[in-house]
């Protein structure tokens, strides 16, 4: 599979690929990137803000956390990724929205990967987990300010009461 920061480049073409062995291609340079809200992460739909600033908050809690308390947080992060992403794939489904099949791809094997890094971090490997973590702040920021982007403008468009009150 590839890291986060090549999902850019389309989907993951190494379906017999681990996690371990994506982690292990993670840029050397990469840096924890604590994540913070700016008016460059704000999508001005609220039920898309509010869920990206929850998952913003999940992904520090995850950052920082302790060896004991590390599998707990990842957990939190990776049940509120599901329900985060399953929500904007109803929604795109719903609205027959344009392009809906990459954005749900991506989604997918992000979900995949964090998935995976849960089940080692279970069984007493945190080092995918804690990479993950790090390399999840920079691909959460291109995701929302491309394809997240994107598909408020097109929720505001399509309705526009829920997009300062939901």
Same mark, same amino acid.
């Given at each position: %599979?590839?890291?986060?920061?090549?999902l /850019?480049q389309?989907?993951?073409s190494?379906?017999? &690929?681990?996690? +371990?062995q994506?982690?292990?291609?993670l840029?050397?340079?990469?840096?924890?990137? +604590? #994540?913070?809200? $700016?008016? &460059? #992460?704000? !999508?001005?739909?609220?039920?898309? /803000? +509010?869920?990206?600033? /929850?998952?913003?908050a *999940?992904?520090g809690r995850?950052?920082?956390?302790? @060896? @004991?308390? !590390?599998? =707990?947080?990842?957990? =939190? #992060?990776v049940?509120?990724?599901?329900?985060?992403?399953?929500?904007? @794939?109803?929604? %795109?489904?719903?609205?027959?929205?344009?392009?809906?099949e990459?954005?749900t791809?991506?989604?997918?094997?992000? *979900?995949n990967? !964090?998935?995976?890094? *849960?089940?080692?971090?279970?069984?007493?490997?945190?080092a995918?987990?804690?990479?993950?973590? +790090?390399?999840?702040?920079?691909?959460?920021?291109?995701? $929302?300010?491309s #394809? /997240?982007a994107a598909l408020?403008?097109h929720?505001r468009? &399509?309705?526009?009461?829920?997009?300062?009150t @939901?």
């Amino acid at each position: %599979m590839k890291p986060f920061h090549a999902l /850019d480049q389309g989907p993951a073409s190494e379906p017999g &690929a681990s996690c +371990a062995q994506a982690s292990a291609e993670l840029a050397m340079e990469t840096t924890m990137q +604590a #994540l913070n809200w $700016t008016p &460059a #992460l704000w !999508l001005d739909f609220e039920p898309m /803000d +509010a869920m990206n600033r /929850d998952f913003m908050a *999940l992904l520090g809690r995850a950052q920082e956390a302790s @060896d @004991d308390t !590390l599998v =707990a947080a990842w957990q =939190a #992060l990776v049940a509120h990724a599901a329900r985060h992403f399953g929500t904007e @794939d109803t929604w %795109m489904q719903q609205e027959a929205f344009a392009t809906a099949e990459q954005h749900t791809l991506e989604h997918r094997v992000v *979900l995949n990967l !964090l998935r995976e890094g *849960l089940v080692q971090a279970q069984g007493g490997d945190q080092a995918p987990v804690r990479q993950m973590a +790090a390399e999840l702040g920079a691909w959460f920021s291109r995701h $929302t300010q491309s #394809l /997240d982007a994107a598909l408020a403008l097109h929720m505001r468009r &399509a309705t526009p009461s829920r997009a300062a009150t @939901d």
